[in-house]
């Protein structure tokens, strides 16, 4: 699976939309991008996976560049419950069956 | 319709004893998946189960073991346990397996003294 790079940490205010970075210049053509959380002491939670187009749904929108070679995940108006570790993954799901590969992620900050 | 559940949410062991940690599936669900999570290492995983067979392992000590039943609820073992084991131990079910959409419990935390 490709690997992923994204910023450490990222403040928001709440009401505010939070774009959180990837970076995933390897990835290759049958790997779809993927984003999860992880809320302090809960287990990991999907938001949104994509291939090429953009994604919307009720939790977060994804925009993929033409190149695939990055993406942002976009909360459009954060809250204070959005704070939590986001993590960006790319994998080829068929093949790699159960196997996420997580990075650090991004740790999100949502500020009154 | 009820999540993933895993028990018990919380142990403490000491070296040298052997765990064994419970996850009950989404209904439906044929695919489990276990990860351990650490502050060093993070979030790793260990193995998928579908139809009771193991399909997929990670870089993990053959100590670390698993199965899963005709029901689809798994169980993974640690035996003689160390130190570096305390960790939160996480869930994952999904439908078919594939690595993508998968739906994690709370964890079971445990503790090696």
């Known amino acids: 699976d490709a690997k992923t790079t994204q910023p450490p940490s990222m403040d928001c205010a709440e009401g505010r939309a939070a774009n959180l970075p990837c970076n995933h210049s390897?990835?290759?053509?049958?790997?779809?991008v993927y984003w999860y959380r992880q809320i302090h002491s809960q287990g990991p939670q999907y938001i949104i996976h994509?291939?090429?187009n953009n994604e919307t749904n009720e939790m977060a929108s994804l925009i993929i560049t033409e190149d695939r070679k990055s993406s942002t995940l976009i909360l459009p108006h954060a809250t204070l419950r959005d704070t939590a570790v986001y993590y960006c993954?790319?994998?080829?799901?068929?093949?790699?069956?159960?196997?996420?590969?997580f990075g650090q992620g991004t740790t999100l900050q949502v500020k009154p | 319709k009820a999540g993933v559940t895993q028990t018990p949410r919380y142990l403490i062991k000491t070296r040298g004893q052997q765990v064994t940690l419970s996850c009950s599936p989404i209904?439906?669900?044929?695919?489990v998946s276990w990860y351990q999570q650490t502050p060093g290492q993070g979030l790793q995983f260990l193995f998928e189960?579908?139809?009771?067979?193991?399909?997929n392992k990670g870089n993990f000590p053959g100590r670390f073991s698993g199965r899963q039943f005709s029901n689809s609820r798994s169980e993974m073992n640690v035996s003689t346990l160390e130190l570096g084991d305390s960790a939160l131990y996480l869930c994952?079910?999904?439908?078919?397996?594939?690595?993508?959409?998968?739906?994690f419990g709370e964890g079971s935390r445990l503790t090696v003294l």
């Open positions: 209904s439906g669900h044929r695919s």
């Open positions: 189960y579908f139809s009771e067979t193991q399909r």
């Open positions: 994952a079910s999904s439908l078919k397996g594939q690595a993508g959409e998968l739906f």
């Open positions: 993954i790319v994998t080829n799901g068929s093949s790699n069956t159960g196997k996420l590969i």
């Open positions: 390897t990835i290759s053509g049958n790997e779809y």
């Open positions: 994509g291939l090429k």
